[in-house]
């Protein structure tokens, strides 16, 4: 069993930065492609940024440029940097694993989910 526990998220002003944490318990973490998604009430939950096991990336087009998905295997720990934040970021975050160690924006591939962490982006 893989356990997500995310932390970092916060109420910030358009234009600051905030660096979102996943970490991770159980099983071989290096192995797991990691997802980023976030979910807005009222909307569907998205895909933000995804990294397979190799390191490769994939990233939503709305948050291209501005946001950087990054693990780091002896912690067992995803990251998330956000910079220039707009009040369209504004989001429950959430962190996912699948253990294909796929890059996927498909919510279904991932079989681990964390409980999400509030980012709230004042203008």
């Known amino acids: 069993q893989v356990q997500l526990v995310e932390s970092g998220g916060g109420l910030v002003q358009a234009g600051d930065s905030l660096r979102l944490s996943c970490a991770a318990s159980?099983?071989?973490?290096?192995?797991?492609?990691m997802g980023w998604f976030r979910q807005v009430p009222g909307k569907e939950r998205e895909i933000v940024a995804s990294?397979?096991?190799?390191?490769?990336?994939i990233y939503a087009d709305s948050v291209k440029g501005r946001f950087t998905i990054s693990r780091d295997n002896a912690k067992s720990t995803v990251y998330l940097q956000m910079n220039s934040l707009k009040p369209e970021d504004t989001a429950v975050y959430l962190c996912?694993?699948?253990?294909?160690?796929?890059?996927?924006?498909?919510?279904?591939?991932?079989?681990?989910w964390g409980q999400g962490t509030q980012v709230t982006v004042s203008s």
């Open positions: 159980g099983g071989t973490f290096s192995r797991y492609g």
């Open positions: 990294m397979h096991w190799n390191g490769s990336t």
């Open positions: 996912a694993a699948n253990l294909g160690g796929w890059t996927t924006a498909t919510m279904s591939a991932y079989h681990y």
